[in-house]
């Protein structure tokens, strides 16, 4: 299914999109709908809805020669990221003082296509379906960056920071996030284009001179990376001292991904903070409050790191919030490695059949609607691993 979704992509050599083929497509009818529906406000998108404001998108990027050089894998990420940029608008569009307005559509956005891409295209449990996918989803979340990129502050930090994601998803770059900018700016109807087409090729320019319009900024070292992207005062080219005593690893992943087996071949021996020991021992459901599971658990990996003993963190951490238990890592001292498991999705929900702590495979979806697959700046080290 995945081969059918990209050969309606734009190919060479007429770079037309398949919109019938598309429509056919598993999910896609529904989305086209949807966004049909999903009015703009005319000030800044006279063509009214996102479906016309979507294909206008992707008409303008297919033109683009930037587009037309990438190679194919970069290519068919950044046109599926195109097609689905504003999917999110359907679910966060409404009226404010009279303004329709739809905040964080790209988060939301980039959430949504990753569901989509992982149970009806089976774009997962594989490295090189991982990272197309995460490339699509990142370019679908920072979207908008390229409007107002060089008007943030620490802009150069901030641009190494969300390029290093290119590390683990190699088609994402800032580049590729420009030329999307690009396209969305010129496919709207609005008095603002030149503007906006300005303010695109002012953050390409700082991209370019933080060295890192084309892939991540090559740092001297992760720990280097680390402290910078953790709110240090360094400077980028500064080769920092590693004064860390051991290291804590994170694992993240969906239920039944096979968190306890991984372990067992890479860590045997090694202490283990572990939620679904806790929430038994505790008498607590998944479907319960977690704050008792959370509190017992961060006591346990505090004893452990005051006697500066490396261990396993074992948890699902599908979301951003994985950042309180690093920062407690780092405060005492550690090197953190963040591990994130995945598995093909049938494999996934028969793992997880087979577990004696079952999660119903409705909550199993809820979760991975949620999901946010950890980045390189989160942590020192960040492996993404299929198994």
């Not at 479906?51 to 290519?75: D, Q």
Request: charged share 25%.
């Amino acid at each position: 299914m995945m081969n059918a979704l990209l050969r309606a992509l734009p190919q060479p050599p007429d770079y037309a999109w398949n919109w019938a083929a598309l429509a056919a497509l598993p999910g896609m009818g529904t989305i086209f709908d949807d966004m049909a529906r999903t009015h703009q406000h005319l000030a800044w998108h006279g063509e009214d809805d996102v479906l016309t404001h979507t294909r206008m998108v992707c008409g303008e990027l297919a033109a683009l020669p930037g587009f037309r050089a990438l190679e194919e894998g970069p290519r068919n990420a950044l046109a599926l990221a195109v097609l689905l940029h504003d999917l999110g608008k359907p679910r966060t569009t409404r009226l404010e003082d009279g303004v329709l307005t739809s905040p964080r559509h790209g988060p939301v956005g980039a959430q949504l296509a990753r569901a989509l891409l992982w149970t009806e295209y089976g774009c997962c449990g594989a490295p090189e379906a991982q990272r197309f996918r995460e490339a699509v989803c990142l370019l679908i979340r920072h979207h908008t960056l390229p409007l107002h990129l060089f008007e943030r502050a620490n802009a150069e930090t901030y641009a190494r920071k969300v390029a290093s994601a290119g590390l683990l998803a190699p088609y994402f770059t800032l580049e590729s996030l420009c030329l999307l900018g690009e396209a969305d700016v010129r496919g709207r109807i609005a008095g603002d284009t030149a503007e906006r087409l300005e303010r695109v090729g002012l953050s390409r320019e700082l991209a370019a001179e933080a060295g890192c319009r084309t892939g991540p900024y090559p740092f001297r070292s992760a720990v280097t990376a680390r402290a910078l992207f953790a709110g240090g005062s360094v400077w980028a080219d500064q080769e920092l001292f590693d004064d860390t005593w051991g290291e804590v690893v994170l694992l993240c992943g969906l239920p039944g991904t096979g968190k306890d087996t991984w372990i067992a071949a890479h860590y045997p021996g090694l202490p283990m903070v572990c939620l679904d020991d806790i929430r038994e021992r505790l008498g607590v459901r998944p479907t319960d409050d977690q704050g008792r599971v959370a509190q017992a658990a961060r006591e346990q990996a505090r004893a452990l790191l005051r006697q500066r003993q490396p261990f396993i963190w074992n948890a699902t951490s599908l979301t951003g919030q994985r950042s309180r238990e690093i920062d407690l890592f780092e405060s005492y001292g550690a090197r953190v490695r963040v591990v994130y498991l995945e598995t093909p999705w049938e494999e996934n929900l028969r793992r997880n059949a087979q577990r004696s702590r079952r999660v119903p495979e409705a909550v199993i979806g809820s979760m991975l609607s949620r999901l946010e697959p950890p980045l390189p700046w989160e942590a020192r080290q960040v492996d993404w691993v299929c198994v």
